[in-house]
């Protein structure tokens, strides 16, 4: 189980979602690759494939929803 906030920008400029909760899921496999889905408060969910770095510090992830190019870094 996720829950957390989300922020974001887009060419530097802050987007809407600035901040918002969120909650959601993952799964990881043993090779610390996994997906997750996060759905922001009030919004449709989010799809991502991931890879966890920095001694499970971090996350990097890309969106896989259609029509979409987000990456995405998360930190504990």
Same mark, same amino acid.
């Given at each position: ?49 991931? =890879? ?16 979409? =190019? ?7």
């Amino acid at each position: 189980m996720i829950s957390g906030h989300i922020a974001g920008s887009e060419n530097g400029t802050i987007l809407t979602f600035a901040e918002e909760p969120v909650t959601g899921f993952y799964s990881v496999d043993a090779n610390c690759k996994g997906t997750l889905t996060i759905t922001p408060k009030g919004e449709s969910a989010l799809n991502f494939s991931f =890879v966890i770095v920095d001694s499970g510090k971090e996350m990097l992830a890309i969106e896989t929803d259609a029509n979409t =190019v987000v990456t995405a870094t998360l930190q504990r």
